[in-house]
């Protein structure tokens, strides 16, 4: 998309690329704002508001060679810090992501839950960077590169975080 295309056929390329990941990107989001808020109607709200403010910047978008959809998480974050700026309350981290997966046993759920809890205790361990880098890798699903460029870091950056890693927490 680095061509330069005439009149408006640039900006409708945009908006067809953008439309094609919504579906690949619409749940990953809502995960990610999930694993924010703890809040299932508020991660959807995020996730939605995403494409809505997305379509709206969708004109000054310059290609810098990275996925739009790493913009996309990027759009998905701000909105997170903005959702708790307006509660001025900070929600307990909820680690349940949907999956799209069949229905658990009870056993099965049960056994889910306490991992999920193991998960959640252990990442208090970490700093809020390590913390938003496992979010951005394991629950949305990005790569090394794509969190980098959310968190605005370079891509090693990321990955190692603003101190290093305490291999007792997870």
Do not use: C
Request: hydrophobic share 40%; glycine share 8%.
């Amino acid at each position: 998309m680095t061509e330069l295309k005439t009149g408006g056929s640039l900006l409708e390329a945009k908006e067809a690329e953008l439309a094609g990941l919504f579906n690949e990107y619409y749940g990953r989001l809502a995960g990610y704002a999930l694993s924010h808020t703890g809040n299932h109607a508020a991660s959807e709200d995020i996730a939605g508001e995403v494409f809505l403010r997305a379509l709206k910047a969708l004109p000054k978008y310059r290609d810098r060679g990275l996925p739009m959809g790493a913009w996309l998480f990027r759009i998905a974050n701000n909105l997170v810090v903005d959702h708790f700026r307006q509660k001025s309350r900070r929600a307990e981290v909820s680690m349940e992501v949907e999956t799209g997966e069949p229905e658990l046993s009870p056993t099965d759920r049960l056994e889910r839950n306490e991992e999920l809890e193991r998960v959640a205790a252990a990442m208090k361990h970490l700093s809020p960077a390590q913390q938003e880098v496992i979010r951005l890798r394991l629950i949305a699903g990005l790569s090394s590169k794509e969190a980098a460029a959310v968190m605005g870091k370079s891509d090693g950056d990321a990955a190692r975080g603003p101190v290093p890693p305490a291999p007792h927490a997870v």
